[in-house]
Every structure is written in structure tokens, then in C-alpha cells.
């Protein structure tokens, strides 16, 4: 039985009973979200990844991406850059390498983390082959990766002939920016021919069942651009992720679903609201959505900004975005700096979030103390990325115990020294 199915059958997993305990949840109202499919907890039953609930009343989640490329291959800078996302705050990482040996970078990555891994199996597939990839190429990538004990996969199976005919029919700018779905794209074109993922995919979900690996239902049709923000193609897509949504889970698998990418602020509350409907509450991985096409260098940012207010609509999952997107394949800062970014986006979230909302205000409560006693310790220990926090205080000169903007005029000191003179 996977995972689902035992928390359907009333059962307290071991994993739901160890997830709960971490988010400080009641086991059974979590059993009870799992079972409805509204949390996931990817964990393939073959791997060592410690259980992660993703969706509705538990703390958002961050995702962090890594991998080699076809001109960069180092396998030891990629672990680097899972380790450093991991101790910043990430809660998974997918590997999305396209270059070098893939399966001994995956077969690395796997060993050297603790957290649930994911993958995008369509790019092993068209690795060396492109369009050339056939059905058989795609489906043993997906069970070469359960194989090897990845926890959930990206699956772009709503990219199906159908949804060309809304995308060759609209305006957009940037036809497909989503790799996975402009591979797909160009094989169904090519070949003249469905899918394999939408045409086979009970036979995906066969596969996905035997290891438990949680599926990503990817969003092939995410807009590139503000411009093609929350268009047809993109909703006609989260209308059969919605139908791919109840088949996965009638058969017993866990699966979330991937949402927008670009998207203006003033239209990202209807676009959640719009797919998390479509797809019956599944968990919502957002990548961004970034709110504005003219900050190359700076979309951490722009991502965090729609991140944040993603998550006030139902977003569940934000994958870091680094300074890097669109730009190069990023550093390990960049990983480092993206990772805090989204972090930041994550808590700012689960301040207002239902179910987690006074765990998350607690720890702000300890910083505006640790404030209050200018106390600089605890304040650096409360903070998000303390380190730098403890830098730029230490690097800039300062007299007593005020930072050096304010100095003697602090606004705390000054209230505090005005209070005890009173008293006393």
C-alpha cells in the first residue's frame, strides 16, 4: 500500500506521525489532509528522505534547484549547492542536470542529502536524443529515477495536442518557456503524435504507485512574460491537471501541481485561486511567479515578492529562484542568496497562514524582544540568515549598544533610558 493508501485506510504513518511531530501538527488532522490530497509527503519507499508535508495548514515549503549543464559539469559544486540550500532553509531540492554522466550525478546528489529529492525525468530522456526521444526513452527515465529513490518528478503529461491548439491560436510573445513543455512541445509536433505522458499515463502512475514517488503535475504552459500572464493556454493546462489530479490519486498516488511563472501582481490571486479550484485544493508549487520582465539580476526578488503573495491565495511550495534566472547557470551565492530570498517569502506567508500563523509569530516575538533589550545575540540568532546579519552589525562601527545609524539617538535606548528615569 503507498503512503495514500494507508492514510485513506485511517492509518498514522510512521512518516505522518515523524511529519507531524516536526511541524509541531496534530497527527490525525494531518493523516486527515493527506488522506484528502490536500498534503503531500513525498517519500519514495526506497530512499532515506525524512518526511516533508507540502499543502494546506503546514508551513510552506521552499524547493531549491541544482544540476549540471552541457557547459558547466561539476558534480562536487552541485552538491555544494544542495548542502548550502539546505542549511539556509530549503526543505527539498530537484536535480535537473543536463550534462555529464546524469545518473552518477543523481545517484550523488541522493546520497549526499537528507531531504526528499525530485527530478524532471523528460530531460534524461532528451538528453543526447532531443525530439528523437521515444515513448520508451521517457517512461525508463521515470522508473530509472524511482529506481534510484527520487521522491517526487515533474511530469508536463497536460501538454497534450488539445492544449497546441490554444497555444498556435492565442498571442502570446513567448510560446513555451517551460523546458520540459517545449521538449514535449516539439516531440508531439515532430512526431505528429500524442504525449506518452497524457496518452500512457496510467502506466506512469503504475510506475509512480510501486516506488511511491509523488508525482509534480508540471505546468508546460506557464507564461514566460507579463504579458502572456494567465492567458487561455495556461488555464485550458490546469483544467486537464485537474482531471490528471483525480486520476492520480484514485490510484493511490500522491501529486501536487506546478503553477504560473510570470504573472503581474494584480492577477496572481486569480490565477491560484483559478488552478487550486481546477486542481480540488492539490498542493500548489510556484515557481515565482516572478511579477515584473525587467529585473534580470534581481529576480530573486521579483519571485519572492510573487511568492509572498501567492501564498495569501493558496500557494503552498515555492521553488527558490537565484539571481541568476534567465542570466546563467547559477553559483553556489547564488544558490545561497535565492534560498534566503525565498525563505524570507515562505515566513512572511506562514505569518498570515491558517494552522501555522502563531508557531511563526512566536519566533518574530522573540526578535522584537531580543530588539527591545538590544540584545544583538539573540537578535542574530533569531534572524533569518544571521550570519550576514552579525556581519554588516560587526563591520560598521558603532558606540555601546545601538547600531551605528542611530547611535545615542536610538529610538529604543532613548524610550527605555526616559522609562527608567521615571521609575527610579
Not at 510512521?14 to 488522506?35: H, K, N, Y
Not at 520508451?136 to 527520487?150: I, T
Not at 502512475?205 to 509534480?216: G, H, K, M
Amino acid at each position: 500500500m503507498t503512503l495514500l493508501d494507508r492514510a485513506q485506510s485511517r492509518e498514522i504513518t510512521g512518516e505522518i506521525r515523524q511529519a507531524a511531530e516536526a511541524e509541531g501538527f496534530d497527527a490525525e488532522r494531518l493523516r486527515r489532509l493527506v488522506a484528502s490530497g490536500r498534503v503531500v509527503i513525498p517519500k519514495n519507499v526506497s530512499g532515506n528522505a525524512s518526511p516533508i508535508p507540502i499543502g494546506e495548514s503546514v508551513r510552506t515549503k521552499i524547493n531549491a534547484n541544482i544540476g549540471t549543464s552541457a557547459d558547466y559539469q561539476s558534480v562536487s559544486e552541485e552538491i555544494e549547492k544542495a548542502s548550502v540550500a539546505i542549511r539556509h532553509g530549503a526543505d527539498t531540492v530537484m536535480d535537473l542536470s543536463t550534462g555529464g554522466d546524469l545518473h552518477e550525478v543523481l545517484e550523488k546528489i541522493l546520497d549526499a542529502t537528507s531531504v526528499p529529492v525530485g527530478t524532471v525525468p523528460i530531460y534524461h530522456a532528451a538528453c543526447g536524443r532531443k525530439i528523437d526521444m521515444t515513448a520508451d526513452d521517457l517512461f525508463n527515465a521515470v522508473r530509472k529515477h524511482a529506481e534510484s529513490g527520487v521522491d517526487f518528478m515533474t511530469i508536463h503529461a497536460g501538454v497534450n495536442r488539445e492544449i497546441l491548439k490554444h497555444l498556435t491560436a492565442g498571442s502570446r510573445i513567448l510560446d513555451v518557456v517551460s523546458r520540459g513543455g517545449a521538449l514535449t512541445v516539439a516531440w508531439m509536433l515532430t512526431n505528429e503524435a500524442e504525449n506518452p505522458f497524457y496518452s500512457e499515463f496510467n502506466y506512469l502512475l503504475e510506475i509512480a504507485r510501486e516506488y511511491d514517488v509523488t508525482i509534480s503535475l508540471g505546468d508546460g504552459m506557464r507564461p514566460g512574460c507579463i504579458a502572456d500572464a494567465n492567458d487561455d493556454a495556461m488555464f485550458q493546462e490546469a483544467i486537464t491537471l485537474g482531471r490528471l489530479v483525480k486520476q492520480t490519486r484514485a490510484a493511490g498516488v500522491q501529486c501536487m501541481v506546478e503553477g504560473p511563472g510570470h504573472v503581474p501582481i494584480d492577477g496572481i490571486g486569480y490565477g491560484v485561486r483559478t488552478i487550486k479550484h481546477l486542481c480540488d485544493d492539490a498542493p500548489l508549487y510556484l515557481l515565482g511567479p516572478v511579477v515584473t520582465d525587467l529585473a534580470p539580476g534581481y529576480d530573486h526578488i521579483t519571485s519572492a515578492i510573487g511568492g509572498a503573495i501567492a501564498g495569501m491565495y493558496g500557494a503552498d511550495f515555492l521553488c527558490m529562484v537565484t539571481p541568476a534566472e534567465h542570466l546563467a547557470l547559477p553559483t553556489v551565492e547564488d544558490v545561497k542568496e535565492g534560498t534566503i530570498v525565498t525563505k524570507i517569502a515562505a515566513h512572511a506567508i506562514d505569518l498570515a497562514k491558517s494552522g501555522v500563523r502563531e508557531r511563526t509569530l512566536s519566533m518574530d516575538k522573540k526578535m522584537a524582544v531580543a530588539r527591545k533589550n538590544l540584545d544583538w545575540d539573540a537578535q542574530f540568532e533569531c534572524a533569518i540568515d544571521g550570519e550576514r546579519a552579525r556581519s554588516i552589525h560587526e563591520t560598521r562601527v558603532s558606540s555601546g549598544d545601538t547600531c551605528s545609524m542611530c547611535g545615542e539617538l536610538c529610538a529604543i535606548k532613548v524610550v527605555k533610558d526616559a522609562l527608567l528615569k521615571r521609575s527610579g
